[in-house]
């Protein structure tokens, strides 16, 4: 797993540098000016993760010309060893989306948006007495499309459905007399909808920094 988050962990703290540093917005130049010019940070959270008992994080940077990029992680790791129960978890998403339509010109990430996405997931589920583990990293790539609207002044929601390939190594097996026996190990290839999100997002800051509003 470490191998495939190195570089997105990298990704991720050149994203936590650039929300530290305030947007950057000229007093003096036009309206039209400052939209291709600024900067906004958000932080994110998909409430179906959440609520699945799977925490969730990410951030996303506004970009100048309808361009955004974002990175998200979750990170579960629930168990019960007497009852031979997991509930595991870890994964990262990169994302650069394109925002379009009259409602992004208002307000930054706002309004429709595609885009493309790339991840890296491992995994380890049981119940009763069968399990599904991912040992070696999983890995995706597609397509995103999604519609965010405005909550209040600092909070959006943003609803979006992604879609493309994941393939990776599965373990099969069977917890047995304090040891876990192999029922099968398999290559799995999937296309289709690989993720969907109702993301709570948020602009930090006060008064005109970090302002969404165009």
């Not at 790791?77 to 010109?105: C, K, P, Q, T």
């Not at 995103?144 to 405005?150: K, L, M, V, W």
């Amino acid at each position: 797993m470490a191998s495939c988050i190195t570089s997105p962990v990298r990704f991720l703290a050149l994203l936590l540098l650039s929300a530290a540093v305030p947007a950057a917005v000229r007093a003096s130049a036009p309206c039209d000016s400052c939209y291709y010019d600024c900067l906004h940070v958000a932080m994110k959270t998909n409430l179906l993760h959440d609520a699945a008992l799977t925490p969730d994080f990410g951030l996303e940077i506004a970009l100048p010309r309808h361009i955004s990029v974002g990175v998200e992680g979750v990170y579960a790791w629930w168990s019960n060893a007497s009852e031979h129960r997991y509930w595991r978890l870890r994964g990262i998403w990169a994302d650069v989306s394109y925002w379009f339509g009259r409602a992004s010109r208002r307000r930054a990430l706002t309004g429709h948006h595609i885009g493309i996405y790339g991840s890296c997931h491992d995994f380890d589920f049981e119940f009763g007495n069968k399990g599904w583990q991912s040992r070696r990293p999983t890995f995706g790539a597609g397509i995103s499309y999604g519609y965010s609207f405005r909550l209040n002044h600092r909070l959006n929601l943003d609803l979006s459905v992604r879609a493309g390939y994941t393939g990776g190594h599965i373990t099969v097996y069977r917890p047995e007399c304090g040891k876990y026996v192999c029922l099968d190990n398999y290559y799995r290839r999937y296309v289709g909808i690989t993720g969907l999100a109702v993301t709570l997002v948020w602009f930090p800051g006060r008064g005109s920094l970090n302002n969404p509003a165009r």
